[in-house]
């Protein structure tokens, strides 16, 4: 089964909670700091350098990039440059998100707009964790990214979050749980009017029903997932949910159907 989780950007701590058997240990704990240090070094890094494209992209005109004070733009091209790259280098992606969020709680707490962001970078270091398969780690950032967006009334982050936590809990096989956060999701991608973001969440859904053997509700959601796919002409999502379809009416026994 293909699911489908649309490329949105939406970020505790990139630090990891001390269990309290660690609270003894001194010179494991000062390892694990030192470890903790290297780690927002490296992320802090990872984010300047590509601030620094980001201008140099956008402005490369304009004397030394590295000597203006970040903007919400930056940010924004960093998001941009996360989705460009969070499958293929999924470590270096949530580097970049932790580095931004690092920022984001430092340099321009002050901003208007630094809230909202940083639902976006939590929703983003979510899904590099979930990448690289730290799905407890990823749970949680995007936990943090959903309290911001419904703070800040963020609707079409919110629908963006609940999908990526229902995937989440899909693959930790919590199915009644994933069903409850993808009909979340799906309900605000109705009230928007979002529909490619339906046609996704659909499919997801389908694949989750399918998972735990109810086939005709299952087909049911494909079927509404592919006609908002060719609605919406996309073509390389209705090949996913047309083999979605295919493997249903093979467990079936529609094989003839399932072949088509």
């Not at 950007?9 to 630090?15: N, Y």
């Not at 091209?77 to 920022?103: C, E, H, M, N």
């Not at 609605?231 to 209705?238: D, I, S």
Request: charge should be negative.
């Amino acid at each position: 089964m293909t699911s489908e989780e649309p490329p949105t950007s939406k970020l505790p701590t990139a630090e990891p909670k001390r269990s309290e058997e660690a609270k003894d240990d001194v010179s494991g704990g000062s390892k694990r700091d030192d470890a903790i240090s290297a780690v927002r070094e490296g992320a802090v890094e990872a984010f300047e350098e590509a601030v620094c494209s980001v201008r140099k992209q956008h402005a490369p005109q304009k004397g030394n990039v590295a000597e203006r004070p970040l903007s919400e733009a930056d940010f924004v091209g960093v998001d941009k440059l996360f989705w460009k790259i969070y499958t293929s280098q999924p470590v270096r992606a949530l580097l970049l998100a932790q580095g931004a969020l690092d920022r984001l709680r430092t340099e321009s707490a002050g901003a208007t707009w630094t809230k909202q962001m940083t639902g976006w970078f939590f929703n983003d270091a979510g899904e590099a964790c979930r990448v690289v398969g730290n799905l407890r780690q990823a749970l949680e950032y995007y936990e943090a990214s959903l309290s911001i967006d419904r703070a800040t009334g963020d609707q079409h982050g919110q629908a963006a979050t609940l999908n990526n936590l229902g995937i989440v809990y899909e693959a930790l096989g919590e199915l009644p749980r994933a069903i409850e956060l993808y009909e979340q999701s799906l309900a605000i991608k109705r009230e928007t009017n979002n529909r490619p973001g339906q046609a996704g969440t659909l499919n997801n859904l389908g694949n989750v029903y399918q998972a735990l053997g109810e086939l005709p509700r299952a087909i049911e959601l494909y079927e509404q997932s592919l006609a908002i796919k060719r609605e919406t002409n996309n073509r390389p999502g209705q090949a996913d949910t047309l083999n979605n379809l295919g493997e249903a009416y093979r467990l079936l026994g529609e094989l003839p159907r399932a072949i088509e």
